[in-house]
C-alpha cells in the first residue's frame, strides 16, 4: 500500500541552525501539508501546498519557515534559524482531493530536537 | 475559533472493556469530524470519518456518531484488544473535499492489558 515517508526520524540541531525535514508524499497526490505537534499538546496545521504554490497557513508559518517541492518526489519544509520553541514531531501529509474519501494519508513524523 | 477538544489520557484498559474517547467541536460552518489513529512508529491513519449530522463513521469494530446538538463526536468500541494500543486523535475539517487543513485535539494514548 503506498504511504507517505519522512527523513529523518529524528533530527538534533542547535539554535540557530537551518534544518529541512523532507517528506515523499504518495505519488499520484496534489495536495502537501506539514503540520506539527508539540509535546503534550495538538496536532497543529502549519501549510498546505498545491500546485507548487501554497495554498493555506497558520499564524506559525512565519518568515522563517519555507517549503519546497524541488523534484516530483519530494517535499520539503526548511526551518531558517530554529528557535527552542520549534522542538516538536513534524508531520508531513497527502491528500488526492479527487478521491471520496477525503482522507490525508500521514508519515511518521519527524522529531525536531533544538538545544 | 474552530477547534477540538478531547479526553486527557492516558486511557487503560483491560481487554474486551468497552471505550469511550470523548470529543466535542467548535466550528463555524458544518465541519466534517475525524478519528485518526497512531499506532506505534507510524504514521497517523484514518479510522473513522463522519462528513455531515446524525453520519455515522465505523471501522475495525470502533464507531462515532456526529451529534449537532451537542457538538460531539465520541469515539467507541464495544470490547478493546491488545492490538488496539494507540493514540488516538479527533480532527474536524471545514472543506468537504478534505482538501483543507485540519484541526485536531492533543490525542489521547489508550493502552490496553491483556
Given at each position: 500500500e503506498p504511504e507517505v515517508t519522512q527523513t529523518p526520524s529524528h533530527q538534533v540541531t542547535q539554535m540557530g541552525q537551518e534544518v529541512i525535514l523532507r517528506c515523499v508524499p504518495i505519488?499520484?497526490?496534489?495536495y502537501f501539508y506539514w503540520y506539527r505537534q508539540i509535546l503534550g499538546q495538538k496536532v497543529e496545521f502549519l501549510v498546505s501546498f498545491y500546485n507548487n504554490e501554497i495554498s493555506e497557513k497558520s499564524?506559525?508559518?512565519?518568515?522563517q519557515f519555507s517549503v519546497e517541492r524541488p523534484d516530483g518526489s519530494n517535499f520539503t519544509l526548511k526551518i531558517r534559524s530554529t528557535k527552542l520553541e520549534d522542538s516538536a514531531m513534524y508531520f508531513c501529509a497527502s491528500s488526492?482531493?479527487?478521491?471520496?474519501?477525503?482522507e490525508q494519508y500521514f508519515g511518521p513524523g519527524t522529531r525536531l530536537t533544538v538545544t | 475559533g474552530d477547534s477540538v477538544t478531547q479526553m486527557e489520557g492516558p486511557v487503560t484498559l483491560s481487554e474486551e472493556a468497552f471505550l469511550t474517547i470523548n470529543c466535542t467541536y467548535t466550528a463555524t460552518g458544518y465541519p466534517s469530524l475525524f478519528w485518526y489513529v497512531q499506532y506505534p512508529g507510524e504514521g497517523l491513519q484514518l479510522l473513522l470519518k463522519a462528513t455531515k449530522a446524525d453520519d455515522k463513521g465505523s471501522n475495525k469494530g470502533f464507531e462515532a456518531t456526529y451529534r449537532k446538538e451537542t457538538t460531539s463526536f465520541h469515539l467507541e468500541k464495544g470490547s478493546v484488544q491488545v492490538s488496539d494500543s494507540a493514540v488516538y486523535f479527533c480532527a474536524l475539517s471545514l472543506d468537504q473535499t478534505g482538501a483543507n487543513n485540519l484541526f485536531f485535539g492533543t490525542g489521547t494514548r489508550l493502552t490496553v492489558i491483556p
Open positions: 505519488s499520484n497526490h496534489l499564524e506559525i508559518f512565519d518568515d488526492d482531493p479527487g478521491a471520496s474519501s477525503y | -
